[in-house]
C-alpha cells in the first residue's frame, strides 16, 4: 500500500528517542578534551523519533522507489539491466571490500592480479592494446580518451592547428560536451537517410583541422554504422583518431570489437554494459582502451606482472597523468570481473544475440501501432519509436505517453532523445528480460496508441497509480526544494 510519506523531521516529537547511550564516564568530556572552537554552541537540528518510527520511515521510502528488481526498465540509451546477486557476492568478499588503497603492494596481489586480468580480459573484448581502470565513469571515461588524443597531438607538433573534433548528430550529448571541455571545437556531422552517418557530409567537414572524431556503435538509433570501416579510413586518411563512446557495447560483446572496426581510443560503462547496478548516482566505472600507438599516454599507474607478482607501474614519461583518486572504483571492477568470467566468451555472446533478439521482438509488434523510424531493417540492442502520430491526431506526446506507461507498470525509456527523431521514445529492454515481460510491455503500448485514439483526456494527468501524480516538471527542475529548514516560527 503506498501513501504519502512524511519527512523524517516532521515526525519528530520532543523528547522521543530511538537509541539510550551509556551515560559518559570519562571525567570532564568533552568540555576539557575538544577544543572551544570544534565545540558545537547549540545542540544540531535532529528528528526526535523511536527506532520503530525510524525502521518504518525508511522501509516506507524504499517501497516507493522503482528499481529493475521489481520490474521492467525499458530505458533506452543506458543499458539498466539486471545485474546477477552473485557478482554483488563477490564485491563484498572481506578480502576485497576491506583492503584500503595505501596498503603495500605485496599486500594486495589479489587485487592487483583481478585488475591486471580484467585489463587483459576487456582488451581481448574490446581488441584494444591497453587499457587503464581508473575513470569513475563514461563521461570521466570519454574525458580521458579525448585528453589521450590531444597528447598524441601535442607529441606529433600539431596540438595547436588539431582543434576540432566530429560528432555525428545522433551522438550522446556527452560526446560534444567532452570535447568543448576539453578544449576543442565541435563539428556536427548530419545523418544519412538512413540513419547512418553521411559519407559525403564526412568527407566535407573533415581536414587538418580534425583532431578525432567520436562515435558510438551501433548509434542511438540502434543502427550499426555498416560504413565504419570507410569512416575510419576517412578520419585517419586526415591525420585524426577515432574515438568509440562504448555506451552501446551491450549489443556487440563476442561479435564485433572496435579495435578491430578502426577505432584508436574506446571507454566501457562497467556499470551497464558488465554489471553494476546502474542509476541514482551509485559508482560507476569507465575503463578506456587504447590502440598500440596510444599506450605511452595512458594514466599512471598501470598495473604490471612482474616475476611471480604485480605492481604499479609509475614510470610513463608520456603520461597524461592520473585522472582519479588511487586506482578507480575498486568494487565495480570485481563486479565485472566476476561477470566476464561467470558468463565465458559464450555467455557474453549469447548476452548481445538476445539483447538484439529481444529489441527486434519488440519493434516487431508495435510496427502497427506506432511510426518507427528504419523498422525495415534489424536494430541491435534498441530502436527508437516516434510519438508524432498520435502528437499529431491526438495531442498526445511522447511525454504523455511515458507518464501513461507508469501506471502499467512500466518504467518509462527514454524519451526525446535522439535529437533527431521528433517525439522520440528509446526502447532497451536487455537480454535478461524474458518473452511473457516483453509481451506485457507490448500490451500495455498497444493499450497505450488506443486510449490515445479513444480517450485522449485521460493522459494529462497521468499517473494515477503513484503517490505524487503528475508533476509541474519545470519548476521541479528550476525550483527544486532539496532540503528541509526548519520552521522557527
Known amino acids: ?58 522501509t516506507n521510502l524504499s517501497q516507493l522507489n522503482f528499481g529493475v528488481d521489481e520490474g521492467f526498465y525499458p530505458l533506452g540509451s543506458c543499458t539498466m539491466k539486471y545485474n546477477p546477486k552473485l557478482n554483488e557476492n563477490a564485491a563484498r568478499l572481506s578480502g576485497f571490500s576491506n583492503i584500503h588503497p595505501l596498503q603495500a603492494e605485496k599486500t594486495v596481489q589479489g587485487a592487483l592480479k583481478l585488475m591486471y586480468d580484467l585489463s587483459t580480459m576487456l582488451c581481448e573484448i574490446t581488441g584494444m592494446a591497453g587499457m587503464t581502470l581508473q575513470p569513475a565513469a563514461g563521461a570521466h571515461g570519454e574525458l580521458t580518451g579525448v585528453f589521450l588524443i590531444k597528447a598524441y597531438h601535442r607529441r606529433n607538433g600539431d596540438e595547436g592547428t588539431r582543434t576540432k573534433i566530429i560528432v555525428p548528430d545522433s551522438a550522446h550529448g556527452t560526446n560534444p ?8 571545437d565541435v563539428v556536427e556531422v548530419a545523418s544519412n537517410d538512413r540513419g547512418n552517418v553521411d559519407i559525403e557530409a564526412l568527407k566535407a567537414v573533415v581536414g587538418e583541422d580534425t583532431a578525432g572524431m567520436m562515435l558510438t556503435n551501433p548509434n542511438t538509433l540502434g543502427l550499426f554504422e555498416k560504413d565504419i570501416l570507410e569512416i575510419a579510413e576517412i578520419v585517419h586518411g586526415a591525420g585524426g583518431l577515432l574515438y568509440y563512446d562504448g555506451a552501446n557495447a551491450n549489443a556487440i560483446l563476442g561479435k564485433i570489437r572496435p579495435g578491430d572496426m578502426g577505432f584508436d581510443v574506446l571507454h566501457l560503462n562497467l556499470h551497464k554494459t558488465f554489471s553494476t547496478p546502474h542509476g541514482g548516482g551509485g559508482p560507476g566505472s569507465g575503463p578506456v582502451g587504447v590502440s ?59 548476452a548481445s544475440e538476445n539483447a538484439v533478439l529481444n529489441a527486434n521482438y519488440i519493434m516487431k509488434r508495435l510496427e502497427g501501432e506506432f ?86 483526456e485521460i493522459f494529462h494527468d497521468a499517473p494515477y497509480t503513484t503517490v505524487v501524480s503528475r508533476l509541474d516538471e519545470t519548476r521541479a527542475a ?12
Open 1 to 58: 500500500m503506498l501513501s504519502q510519506e512524511k519527512l523524517i523531521f516532521e515526525k519528530s516529537r520532543k523528547g522521543r528517542v530511538g537509541v539510550s547511550l551509556p551515560r559518559c564516564d570519562v571525567p570532564g568530556a568533552p568540555s576539557t578534551l575538544l577544543p572551544e572552537s570544534f565545540r558545537r554552541s547549540e545542540d544540531p537540528s535532529l528528528p526526535e523519533v523511536s527506532e520503530v518510527d525510524v525502521v518504518r520511515h525508511f
Open 177 to 184: 560536451a567532452t570535447a568543448s571541455v576539453a578544449g576543442y
Open 292 to 350: 598500440r600507438r596510444l599506450l605511452p599516454f595512458l594514466p599512471t599507474p598501470v598495473v604490471v606482472e612482474k616475476g611471480d607478482g604485480y605492481s604499479l607501474d609509475f614510470d610513463l614519461p608520456d603520461s597524461i597523468g592520473k585522472v582519479r583518486s588511487f586506482y578507480g572504483n575498486f568494487g565495480v571492477l570485481v563486479r565485472a570481473y566476476a561477470y566476464i568470467m561467470s558468463m565465458g566468451a559464450e555467455g557474453l555472446l549469447s
Open 371 to 456: 511510426d518507427i523510424p528504419f523498422s525495415d531493417v534489424p536494430c541491435k540492442h534498441e530502436f527508437v519509436i516516434s510519438g508524432e502520430k498520435q502528437h499529431a491526431e491526438n495531442g498526445v506526446s511522447t511525454l504523455d505517453m511515458a507518464k501513461r506507461l507508469i501506471d502499467h507498470g512500466v518504467h518509462p525509456p527514454t524519451i526525446y532523445f535522439p535529437l533527431i527523431v521528433h517525439e522520440a521514445m528509446m526502447v532497451e529492454p536487455t537480454e535478461t528480460e524474458g518473452k511473457e515481460t516483453l509481451d506485457r510491455f507490448v500490451d500495455a503500448m498497444i493499450e497505450i496508441a488506443k486510449e490515445a485514439k479513444e480517450k485522449p
Open 478 to 489: 528550476r525550483k527544486p526544494v532539496l532540503r528541509w529548514t526548519e520552521d522557527k516560527g
